[in-house]
Nanobody, 127 residues
Framework: QVQLVESGGGLVQAGGSLRLSCAAS????????MAWFRQAPGKEREFVAAITGSRGDIYYGDSTKGRFTLSRDNSKNTVTLQMNSLEPEDTAVYYC????????????????????WGQGTQVTVSS
């Protein structure tokens, strides 16, 4: 089992940037596929990006592609989401998630397939 702790959320103006980090417990972090999801008030949880453990394949959601960059550091058990050109529509609680099973561009966005979740960090983008 892995425990996840997010950090880095906050308030930023439209066009600005934020960097979110997710710290994971455990000694087998490199075997986990990691992801970020987000959830705005009244909306379903939405896939942001994922990075696999073994090959480091990266997948992005359509709404964040080209603006967000996902990376991981297996030596530090962390995954980082660099968010640029933020828009008010990016306002949400951002959640880190983990799974042991590899996912593809098709399967990564399925929320129900991710067993481990962090508590979330709030990102607010003002217009």
């Amino acid at each position: 089992q892995v425990q996840l702790v997010e950090s880095g959320g906050g308030l930023v103006q439209a066009g600005g940037s934020l960097r979110l980090s997710c710290a994971a417990s455990g000694r087998t972090f490199s075997t986990y596929t990691m992801a970020w999801f987000r959830q705005a008030p009244g909306k379903e949880r939405e896939f942001v990006a994922a990075i696999t453990g073994s090959r480091g394949d990266i997948y992005y959601g359509d709404s964040t592609k080209g603006r967000f960059t996902l990376s991981r550091d297996n030596s530090k058990n962390t995954v980082t989401l660099q968010m640029n050109s933020l828009e008010p529509e990016d306002t949400a609680v951002y959640y880190c998630a983990a799974r042991l099973v590899y996912c593809s561009a098709y399967s990564c966005p399925r929320v129900r397939d991710w067993p481990y979740w962090g508590q979330g960090t709030q990102v607010t983008v003002s217009s």
